[in-house]
């Protein structure tokens, strides 16, 4: 069960944007879709603990993260949060192998034993044997897409948030990725926010869709409505 309640201000000199957001859902998907500047990328960060809150919760499985009321607000590392970060973010300096690392080791030199059997496994996993030695700009945009995923489950995350994870990818890889994403939502089953401005994306991966725009929810729709695709096109 993810439980949420934000509310949160951002501003530069010229302009000010509130987010106000709540929701609670069991689905194992939901996706956060909506046009540029809706306020779904502020949503994630906050949940990651990425954007301070002024007001608000976040509940995962029972377990607080962040409640205003209470002074609880964990820190980023502490919430068991994976983020694959809109154009990914890896490192440039480091391999992806210690890209897909770096949350394991931030604290610690070396990797413990079972630590580097993860990150072995999940470069396994996403085919990336012949690359965990390169730098992410060596690679394409779908590998790079791997790194991101795979440096998200490093640290066995309690929710996953893919922010736009097909974005830089055309057409057929992004199909292609898809596909792997919807066998690994099985496999993995990490409850799972997943911000799109793609209905393709939303109709082959979410299970609930929450429609955004003006830093709140308009409208809630679940996955097996008959009307989705038509309310996602209609939407701003
Ligand atoms: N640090 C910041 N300072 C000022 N304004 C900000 C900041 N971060 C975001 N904003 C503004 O808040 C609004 C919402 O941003 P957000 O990144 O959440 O949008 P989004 O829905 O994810 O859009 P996109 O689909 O284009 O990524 C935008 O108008 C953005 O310019």
Redesign the pocket.
């Known amino acids: 069960m993810i439980d949420i309640r934000l509310q949160l201000s951002?501003?530069?000199a010229r302009?000010r944007?509130d987010l106000n957001i709540a929701f609670a859902t069991d689905a194992p998907v939901v996706a956060l879709y909506?046009?540029?500047?809706?306020?779904?990328?502020?949503?994630l960060q906050a949940i990651a603990g990425l954007q301070p809150v002024s007001a608000g919760h976040v509940r995962l499985n029972g377990h607080t993260l962040l409640d205003t009321a209470a002074g609880t607000c964990l820190p980023p590392e502490a919430r068991g949060v994976g983020y694959l970060f809109?154009h990914y973010a890896l490192f440039p300096h480091l391999s992806v192998r210690d890209n897909i690392a770096f949350g394991l080791t931030s604290w610690r030199r070396r990797l413990r034993a079972g630590d580097a059997a993860r990150v072995d496994a999940l470069i396994a996993s996403f085919g990336l044997e012949a690359l965990a030695h390169s730098r992410p700009s060596t690679l394409s945009g779908g590998q790079q897409q791997r790194v991101a995923l795979a440096r998200a489950l490093a640290c066995q995350p309690q929710v996953l948030l893919l922010d736009?994870p097909f974005a830089a990818l055309h057409t057929t890889l992004r199909r292609q990725l898809r596909a792997e994403l919807r066998e690994l939502r099985q496999r993995l089953a990490i409850p799972t926010l997943l911000?799109s401005?793609d209905p393709e994306d939303v109709v082959a991966l979410a299970d609930e869709v929450l429609l955004?725009d003006g830093?709140g929810v308009q409208a809630r729709l679940r996955a097996d409505d008959p009307g989705l695709r038509a309310s996602l096109e209609a939407a701003p």
Do not use: C, I, W
């Open positions: 951002v501003q530069d302009r944007f909506g046009p540029s500047g809706a306020g779904k990328s502020l949503t809109q736009e911000v401005h955004m830093g």
